[in-house]
């Protein structure tokens, strides 16, 4: 079985402050990892993907995930935040040649203070 | 380049009855999802349709049905709706040449929001 954390149901941080979003993950195998965005009433975005290769993945909007297979984490980050940040992230993972269903976090609630 | 679309947004029923939700597939994508995201939950996988065959499905009930058409668009249909299937349903696809085994991205619609009463 396949199952992802995400610890905080929500992150507060300051405007122009990083921010990190913590994402853990149990699976057979060597894992596909996926970070997705959604804003209020809108579907998920595709923010990033690790496959394989170097660790420290780069996204879309200025973020970023480091891939750290002895703690099987996949947190996400960003130097610098924006207002625009805020918003619910989704942490996702897959088994590499096993099930292609991917197995979605609960979400952590990112707020972006001015 | 046309992103995923769903309809409809909105919509309200009682318990028992039926409904089709509709999903049409990002240009050039041959391969659907649909989810199911309840209130303050992440996206729990219902099935998926690749060249117009279910070729995965998560733990739902056979109540939870679809069809995939020759263009790739998508239904979902639920059955004898019950209060606690109310939740945001997205549908998401993914282009070819990732395969049956998707591994990459899904691109996801806006969602129709089920409210069951």
């Known amino acids: 079985a396949q199952s992802v954390a995400q610890p905080e149901d929500q992150v507060n941080v300051a405007e122009g402050n990083p921010l990190t979003v913590k994402c853990t993950y149990s699976?057979?195998?060597?894992?596909?990892l996926f970070w997705y965005v959604q804003y209020p009433n809108r579907g998920l975005q595709f923010l990033l993907k690790?496959?394989?290769?170097?660790?420290l993945v780069k996204g879309s909007y200025g973020f970023e995930a480091e891939f750290n297979k002895s703690q099987t984490s996949f947190h996400l980050k960003k130097p610098s935040a924006l207002v625009s940040d805020s918003a619910l992230y989704f942490c996702?993972?897959?088994?590499?040649?096993?099930?292609?269903?991917?197995?979605f976090g609960r979400g952590t609630s990112l707020i972006v203070h001015p | 380049e046309t992103g995923v679309t769903q309809s409809p947004t909105h919509l309200i029923k009682t318990r028992g009855q039926q409904v089709t939700l509709r999903c049409s597939s990002q240009?050039?994508?041959?391969?659907v999802s649909w989810y199911q995201q309840a209130l303050g939950q992440g996206p729990q996988f219902i099935f998926q349709?690749?060249?117009?065959?279910?070729?995965g499905r998560g733990n739902f009930p056979p109540r939870f049905s679809g069809l995939q058409f020759p263009n790739y668009s998508s239904e979902l249909n639920v059955n004898a709706l019950e209060l606690d299937d109310s939740a945001l349903y997205l549908c998401?696809?993914?282009?070819?040449?990732?395969?049956?085994?998707?591994?990459?991205?899904?691109?996801f619609g806006e969602g129709s929001r089920l409210t069951v009463l």
């Open positions: 998401a696809s993914s282009p070819p040449g990732q395969g049956v085994q998707n591994t990459g991205e899904l691109f």
């Open positions: 699976v057979s195998g060597n894992p596909y």
């Open positions: 690790y496959i394989t290769g170097d660790n």
């Open positions: 996702a993972v897959r088994a590499l040649g096993g099930s292609y269903i991917p197995t």
């Open positions: 240009s050039g994508h041959n391969t």
């Open positions: 349709y690749y060249r117009e065959e279910e070729n």
